[in-house]
């Protein structure tokens, strides 16, 4: 079953308003929560790590005041993407990794973003 | 710069047959190794991985080869099924076991299998 929930699966929003994308581990906690992103026909490209209790890390290129990550408990971490424009449009996919190991990350089913 | 490559953007495979799906790497740092499955609108699948000290994973029909001289990745799929048709990607990390260690994902392989 599935170890990682995201939600919405899919908004739809105008532009300018903020959308906020929520991404919890199941049954396991998780102190860092990676948030990726897919362009169509394209490949994930990570764009923050999420780290529970402290400032997520960015990717070069990725604004941080434009994508706002908040790792409020060791069990969700939220994506808010701020003043939403038409290129914001896009795949999104947030992942966790179980806690020690050599576990691999498994991934939330992801939110297609549409921005109008 | 893409650091993980897979050059064939597509495959179409026979139901029954084997399907190899390859990938490069660039970054000698890297040393574990993942290959996903995803369908649209979904998250990646994990389906295997190997770590750089070994050159052969296999998991049912499932197995990963590395060439580490060659900087090069392989996953087989024998007998592929009309259900493993997807995109698949492959990914490559530096470390493994730490949670903090961030995966670089390939332009992934779209498969598909003819029945």
């Known amino acids: 079953g599935a170890v990682v929930s995201q939600h919405p699966s899919r908004v739809i929003c105008k532009s300018g308003t903020s959308v906020k994308i929520e991404c919890r581990s199941l049954?396991?906690?998780?102190?860092?929560m990676f948030w990726y992103r897919q362009f169509p026909k394209q490949s994930l490209m990570l764009m923050a790590t999420s780290n529970e209790g402290s400032k997520a890390t960015y990717e070069q290129g990725v604004e941080k005041d434009k994508f706002l990550i908040n790792h409020a408990s060791l069990t969700l971490s939220t994506l808010t993407v701020t003043s939403a424009h038409p290129e914001d449009s896009s795949f999104y996919i947030c992942?966790?990794?179980?806690?020690?190991?050599?576990?691999?990350?498994?991934f939330g089913n992801g939110t297609r973003l549409t921005v109008t | 710069d893409q650091q993980v490559k897979q050059n064939s953007p597509s495959l179409s495979v026979q139901e029954g047959r084997i399907s190899i799906l390859n990938c490069d790497y660039t970054n000698s740092m890297f040393d574990y190794f993942l290959w996903y499955k995803k369908y649209p609108a979904e998250g990646p699948t994990f389906l295997i991985s190997?770590?750089?000290?070994?050159d052969k994973n296999e998991d049912g029909r499932f197995t990963v080869f590395l060439n580490k001289s060659a900087k090069h990745l392989s996953l087989h799929i024998v007998p592929s099924q009309p259900g493993d048709s997807a995109v698949y990607f492959c990914a490559a990390s530096r470390g493994y076991g730490g949670a903090t260690n961030k995966l670089i994902f390939g332009t992934g392989t779209l498969l598909a299998v003819q029945p």
């Open positions: 049954d396991f906690q998780a102190t860092t």
């Open positions: 190997i770590s750089s000290i070994k």
């Open positions: 992942s966790a990794r179980f806690p020690g190991g050599d576990s691999p990350l498994h």
